[in-house]
C-alpha cells in the first residue's frame, strides 16, 4: 500500500466534528471512567490487576501508551474516538494507576495484561469467544499492540501505530536523552532538556510532558523487550497496520515505518504528519484524531 500524508477521504463529516468538539464534550460530561481487571497467570504465579480508563459506547479501541508513561496521555484522543461513536479502554501497564503485578519477564507478559482487558471487556458470557478489537500503541505501545497481535490473533482486527519504532538504531545522543528523561537526579532545567530532544519536535513545548514519567516502569518494559525475541512481535501477526509516523521523530523515524510496510506491503499504510517528534500525541492532538478516526470509520463494524 502506498504512504500517504493526507487523510481519507472516507471520513464521516459527522464523525470527525464529533471528534473536534471531543475535549470540551468531555469536559461537561465527565465521561472517564475505569475498571481493574484481576487475574491470576498460573497457579505458580501472583495475581495481576490491570486498569483500563474507560470512554464512550461502541465498538472498543484499546489505546496503549509509551514507555514509562501511563494511559491517561491519551486521554485528548480517547474523548475525540469516544465521542465519534466508540468505547476506549486506555489501559495502564503494571506500576501505573491501579496497575500493580509481579515483574513482567517479556513483552507476553505485558500481551496478557491487554487481553485480560479486552476479554473482560468484549466477552458477554464466560462461553463466547472474544471479539477482536482495534489496538492503538503509541511509540514503546506500539511494541506491545504488535506483541498482543501476535499472540492473542482472535483478539485483534487491526492495529494503529502511533510513533513505530523498532527496526531503526536510536543516535547515541538521542539514546542519551531518552535514558535522561528517566533519571531522577536531572535537574529540572536538565530534564526537561532531555524531553525536548528526545520527544518533541523542534520549535514544539515540551512542558506539557514535564510529568508523568516512572522510571521504575521504563526499566522494567525494556527489560522485558530486551527479553524477546524481535520475531515474535515484529510482525504484528497477520493483522491489518496502518502507521501514523512523525516527520522529526528521532526516537522512531519515519524509516522504521516503511521498514514495516516494505516487509509487509499487502497490509501495511503508512501516513507521515510534520511537526511532530516521538511524543506526538500532545504535539499533533487534532491531526491524529483525524487519521485514526478515518480508518476506524472504513473498518468493519
Do not use: C
Not at 11 to 20: C, D, N, P, S
Amino acid at each position: 500500500m502506498k504512504t500517504t500524508s493526507h487523510l481519507s477521504r472516507r471520513t464521516a463529516l459527522g464523525g470527525l466534528a464529533a471528534a473536534l468538539a471531543a475535549p470540551a464534550y468531555a469536559a461537561r460530561r465527565g465521561t472517564r471512567g475505569s475498571r481493574v481487571i484481576a487475574y491470576r497467570p498460573d497457579a505458580a504465579s501472583g495475581s495481576v490487576t490491570v486498569e483500563a480508563l474507560l470512554r464512550g459506547t461502541g465498538p472498543l479501541v484499546v489505546l496503549l501508551p509509551s514507555l514509562g508513561r501511563g494511559a491517561s496521555d491519551f486521554d485528548d484522543l480517547a474523548a475525540r474516538i469516544a465521542a465519534a461513536g466508540y468505547r476506549t479502554a486506555a489501559v495502564n501497564p503494571r506500576g501505573i494507576g491501579k496497575s500493580k503485578g509481579p515483574t513482567a519477564q517479556s513483552l507476553a507478559d505485558y500481551a496478557r495484561d491487554v487481553f485480560e482487558v479486552i476479554k473482560a471487556l468484549q466477552t458477554r458470557r464466560g462461553s463466547e469467544p472474544v471479539r477482536p478489537v482495534v489496538l492503538i500503541g503509541h511509540a514503546y505501545g506500539n511494541r506491545l499492540a504488535r506483541a498482543v497481535a501476535a499472540h492473542y490473533p482472535e483478539a485483534v482486527s487491526s492495529l494503529i501505530l502511533l510513533a513505530s519504532g523498532g527496526q531503526v538504531a536510536i543516535a547515541p545522543a538521542v539514546a542519551k536523552a531518552l535514558r535522561d528523561v528517566f533519571d531522577p537526579a536531572l535537574s529540572p532545567e536538565a530534564h526537561i532538556a532531555a524531553v525536548r530532544m528526545a520527544f518533541f519536535a523542534p520549535g514544539n513545548d515540551p512542558a506539557v510532558w514535564r510529568d508523568g514519567w516512572y522510571g521504575a516502569v521504563a526499566m522494567e518494559q525494556q527489560t522485558a523487550t530486551r527479553n524477546t525475541p524481535t520475531d515474535a512481535w515484529v510482525a504484528g501477526g497477520d493483522k491489518p497496520i496502518y502507521i501514523i509516523q512523525a516527520a522529526q521523530d528521532t526516537v522512531a523515524p519515519p524509516a522504521n515505518a516503511e521498514a514495516l510496510r516494505a516487509a509487509h506491503p499487502d497490509r501495511v499504510e503508512v501516513s507521515v504528519i510534520d511537526n511532530a517528534g516521538h511524543a506526538m500525541l500532545p504535539e499533533q492532538p487534532g491531526m491524529i484524531a483525524q487519521l485514526v478516526l478515518a480508518r476506524l470509520a472504513a473498518a468493519p463494524k
